[in-house]
């Protein structure tokens, strides 16, 4: 799930994500191949295939299940079946919602996700209903907890970085560029012994909409049931909820 409150969202559903390990390993393991396969297997000019090792670590899957997916996707033998796909549509209160897909059947993941977003109290909407709400983002996030952010603006912005923003309440610093330039950044804090929590390269909507209640849980609710979805990769969606929101939900 990649909407806001994202730090709070990390924290409180850590442990779920722990659960369904082996389908979020699923995941990485086919977005590396698919990243290896279109963008060649050196992660210096790959900066898909680099932010999808560096989420794949972060889960920590093993050594070798990466390694492995790299040298199917880069020779060309694995994953030539699967396709990239994009679904939107709306959720409650009027939030904007893109889901990504890879599919080796393209009937039954439309089928899956228009299910999803009817059960969920949803719409979906056509293409390009909501994806000009978003643009693409390479992004780092840390938390504020012993962080030198002095240090980690200067490293960041000499890498190339656009920005460093801070959110205090929900306590982490983001560290922004274009998709570009995130390897070339992620290099950058790493050498210096900086390294993000979350690493990634998202689409971050120009605006959100503040949920909260039962709303937010409706909603939150609707995208769990996407994101469960075999051939769902990320769901990305322009939702505000607070951290003190976000912890009753999931208390």
Same mark, same amino acid.
């Given at each position: 799930m990649s909407g806001h409150s994202k730090w709070s969202t990390i924290k409180h559903k850590k442990a779920a994500t722990d659960a369904k390990r082996g389908k979020v390993f699923t995941r990485y393991i086919r977005e590396i191949t698919i990243a290896a396969r279109s963008g060649g297997d050196d992660t210096d000019a790959n900066p898909r295939l680099r932010a999808a090792i560096t989420a794949a670590k972060g889960?920590?899957?093993?050594?070798?299940?990466?390694?492995?997916?790299?040298?199917?996707?880069a020779g060309g033998d694995d994953g030539n079946n699967i396709?990239?796909?994009?679904?939107?549509?709306?959720?409650?209160a009027g939030?904007?919602? &893109? %889901?990504? $897909?890879m599919t080796d059947n393209r009937k039954r993941t439309v089928a899956d996700v228009r299910s999803a977003f009817n059960k969920g109290g949803g719409n979906m909407g056509e293409s390009g209903c909501v994806a000009w709400m978003f643009h693409q983002k390479g992004q780092?996030?840390?938390?504020?907890?012993g962080l030198d952010e002095d240090r980690l603006i200067d490293i960041a912005l000499e890498a190339?970085?656009?920005?460093?923003?801070?959110h205090a309440d929900d306590g982490c610093? &983001? %560290?922004? $560029?274009?998709?570009?330039?995130?390897?070339?950044?992620?290099?950058?804090?790493?050498?210096?012994?900086l390294h993000a929590?979350?690493?990634?390269?998202s689409w971050v909507p120009e605006n959100t909409i503040t949920v909260e209640g039962d709303v937010a849980e409706k909603l939150l609710?609707?995208?769990?049931?996407?994101?469960d979805i075999d051939d769902v990769q990320n769901v990305y969606a322009n939702y505000a909820i607070s951290d003190a929101e976000m912890a009753r939900i999931h208390s």
């Open positions: 889960v920590n899957m093993p050594k070798d299940n990466i390694e492995r997916a790299i040298s199917r996707g396709d990239e796909i994009r679904y939107e549509g709306y959720g409650q939030v904007a919602i &893109i %889901v990504d $897909c780092f996030i840390f938390a504020i907890d190339g970085a656009d920005d460093v923003e801070e610093t &983001i %560290v922004c $560029c274009s998709p570009a330039d995130f390897g070339t950044v992620q290099q950058a804090l790493e050498s210096a012994n929590q979350i690493a990634e390269i609710g609707l995208i769990e049931r996407l994101e």
